[in-house]
């Protein structure tokens, strides 16, 4: 594609600059356009049509100018002050998009995209009438476009206006029946008129298209509670008619949106994921509309009857706290499991009212350090103002207290109020301290001194950290941060080092004393190492590490007791070893195992974690420990560590287990599974670091 300059014109660049786009030669179209608006700076054409490239590859700014130097040389043209109103919108500058739009609509009044266009721009300008009029001009104009009917729904539904979004969403779906999100909010909107038939069959179409969708298996199981709230058996027997006799149920306004028999791995997996929520009854539909499919589905079956005994099980256990309350309701721990059994059964009103109660009672106590899910339910549960002035009202009554100032600056840091949190902290800190070193407080108490850790713990989870930092604790040159684990390094880094330093006591560097803190989680984040290192390059690390299958099994059991999960240990373990072993290049999990609920595997293959900190800290720097020691050769052990963190020698006249777990053995089967998979990777890490460890 060549002219010769000395006779080519401009309409010819112009024309050859379209070829080359067809060949995708941008850059020399691009030469094209300007060496034709050399020739002619009026070529309204190819200020246009420059624009439209500059639009391709997101450059805003250079399309909005060559579409104003269009429109002005040719302001008939509407295609340009349609792009015009698009680059605008793309830079969110919304007056002038709708301006813009407005000016092409004058000029062609039939063009369909423009409306819809215009109806995007006048959302994002909260103009919803304006909004629904254009998009209403759009389908008139062009009533095959379902994604304009799904935008009118939608403001339909943000206005109140219920029946027309649903006769909006079906005519969406009509158009597009694979769009997830017209019958998500199909959903959403009839649950709004509590139409819970129709609500659920809205979600089960959702559900077919994505089955991975978390909120679609939570709405569904939601519509099918109130649908079997007042008789689960005529519930069960509706959706078993129907299964057997299609033509009975209720017709709809998509005569394709109605219950139609799947195959029964479509309702185990459905069942599964609903039982896995703890929703029972919505569980048990599910489960039975798969054997009305398939008779006697002996998965089905199983899973099933493991399900009716788990909620047989979970409404004893909530017979016996409540009994345990009305025999002594001054108690908190009944009140807090109390609320952890409410949840798991889905009455969050109940479990809200039953976790305030064991709040009330015992407000100096670590609830949002010991339950770190607690807080964020009340929060989504609108019950952070109630919570936050409860503790400010205690706070005032009892200056001394340790625990409610940190609860208070939880708190406060879950919203943003960093500073407050900061000075909550820091009081915490001090009320600690007084109590435990009064006479350090009363000689170099000051916050201008606040340097940080001396020493941290950085794993591993549920190897012993517990009892490790509180034995150094109890030394009598240690002065403790205010809570074992800030989580600072990796969860919370945003909210500054000078709300990590608030976490600890300012010692000056003249004095003896060392503090520091211990979060497991540290180990097992990358980022973490290069964070403290270039910041505190002289900290002491400690690790200790446990037998990893003795370790998994112990996490897992302390997910269970927090509320964290509801699988049995086999399945959880079965489905981690299903994603780790399509990946044997990553025995500790990729990204997406790590975004899965647990790691119970992952975080045992030690070796993977470690030698990333080795690479940033010099050896010396971190202690390694064996987990097995610290109980069975605790002197021993604690000589060790004092050493290593440069102080004397002190016993302590009892090294007692703290945060034990109290759960049935690991069963002998799953022992030898999570043993052939660590068994290579616990080589791996006795090579690298030189040490013996002798797991089994």
């Known amino acids: 594609f060549t002219l010769k300059p000395e006779w080519a014109t401009d309409l010819e660049y112009l024309k050859l600059a379209k070829t080359l786009l067809t060949y995708k030669r941008k850059e020399e179209a691009i030469a094209c356009y300007e060496q034709s608006l050399k020739l002619n700076p009026n070529l309204s054409q190819a200020h246009h049509n420059l624009g439209e490239i500059y639009s391709g590859e997101e450059k ?12 002005k040389l040719n302001p008939k043209f509407s295609w340009s002050h349609h792009s015009l109103g698009k680059a605008f919108a793309n830079t969110q500058q919304w007056e002038k998009a709708i301006y813009s739009y407005q000016e092409a609509l004058q000029l062609n009044p039939q063009a369909a995209v423009t409306y ?13 009438d304006k909004a629904i009029s254009a998009y209403q001009k759009a389908i008139e104009l062009q009533p095959e476009t379902w994604v304009v009917h799904h935008k009118l729904a939608n403001l339909f539904q943000e206005k109140g206006e219920l029946d027309a979004a649903i006769l909006t969403y079906h005519e969406a779906i009509k158009l597009n029946p694979n769009f997830l999100w017209s019958y998500y909010s199909l959903g959403e909107t009839l649950v709004k008129l509590q139409r819970w038939n129709e609500t659920v069959l809205a979600y089960l179409y959702a559900f077919k298209i994505n089955q991975e969708l978390p909120s679609i298996h939570e ?13 689960l058996k005529e519930t069960i027997n509706y959706y078993s008619q129907i299964i057997q006799n299609p033509q009975q149920q209720k017709p709809t306004p998509i005569k394709e949106l109605s219950i139609q028999p799947e195959a029964p791995e479509f309702y185990l997996k459905l069942g599964n994921l609903l039982g896995q929520k703890n929703l029972f009854n919505p569980a048990i539909i599910i489960y039975n509309i798969g054997l009305q499919v398939q008779p006697n589905h002996p998965e089905i079956t199983r899973q099933l009857t493991q399900l009716e005994n788990k909620k047989n099980q979970l409404y004893q256990e909530l017979t016996d706290c409540q009994n345990t309350i009305n025999k002594n309701p001054k108690k908190f721990i009944p009140h807090y499991k109390l609320g952890n059994i409410l949840l798991k059964l889905q009455r969050l009103n109940q479990a809200v009212e039953a976790y305030l109660k064991a709040i009330q009672i015992k407000p100096e106590y670590p609830w949002f350090f010991f339950y770190s899910n607690l807080l964020n339910f009340l929060i989504k549960q609108g019950k952070l103002q109630q919570v936050l002035k409860f503790f400010q009202k205690i706070t005032q009554e009892n200056p001394e207290s340790i625990w409610c100032y940190v609860n208070l600056g939880e708190i406060l840091t879950a919203t943003g109020k960093v500073d407050a949190a900061i000075k909550n902290y820091q009081t915490a800190s001090y009320n600690k301290t007084r109590q435990s070193h009064p006479t350090f407080v009363k000689q170099n108490w000051d916050l201008k001194n606040t340097n940080g850790p001396n020493f941290i713990i950085i794993g591993a989870q549920k190897s012993g950290t517990t009892s490790l930092e509180n034995y150094i604790a109890q030394h009598p040159q240690v002065i403790p941060a205010i809570k074992k684990e800030t989580h600072f390094w990796y969860r919370d880094f945003n909210k500054g080092i000078n709300w990590y330093l608030a976490h600890f006591p300012p010692i000056p560097k003249s004095e003896k004393f060392i503090t520091g803190e211990a979060t497991p989680n540290y180990l ?28 998994t099994f112990s996490q897992y059991n302390h997910w269970i007791r927090l509320n964290w999960e509801d699988r049995s240990f086999e399945t959880a373990i079965n489905s981690e070893l299903e994603i780790l072993n399509k990946n044997p290049e990553k025995p500790q999990g990729d990204k997406n195992y790590w ?23 010099p050896r010396q720097q971190i202690l390694i420990l064996k987990g097995e020691y610290l109980y069975q050769k605790p002197v021993e052990t604690m000589k060790q560590v004092f050493e290593f963190l440069g102080l004397p020698e002190h016993q302590l006249p009892e090294y007692r287990k703290l945060n034990p777990g109290h759960y049935s053995p690991i069963s002998d089967e799953m022992r030898q599974k999570l043993s052939e998979y660590f068994q290579p990777h616990n080589q791996r890490l006795e090579e690298y670091l030189g040490m013996e460890f002798n797991w089994k």
């Not at 819809?116 to 919803?128: E, I, P, R, S, Y």
């Not at 984040?525 to 290069?530: D, F, G, K, S």
Request: contains cysteine; positive net charge; glycine residues 6%.
């Open 116 to 128: 819809h266009c215009l109806g995007d721009a006048l959302v994002n300008q909260k103009q919803l």
């Open 595 to 617: 975004q899965q609920p647990g790691n119970y595997i992952g975080r045992g293959i030690y070796v993977e974690f470690i030698n990333k900190w080795l690479a940033v800290f």
């Open 219 to 231: 709405q569904l199981g939601y519509a099918l509670e109130k649908q079997s709230q007042s008789n």
């Open 524 to 551: 097992e984040n990358y980022q973490t190492a290069e964070r403290i290192y270039n910041v505190f390059p002289e900290v002491k690390l400690l690790v200790i590490l446990r037998n990893p299958v003795d370790r």
């Open 60 to 71: 805003w700014q250079a399309a909005i100018s060559s579409y104003q130097k269009a429109i």
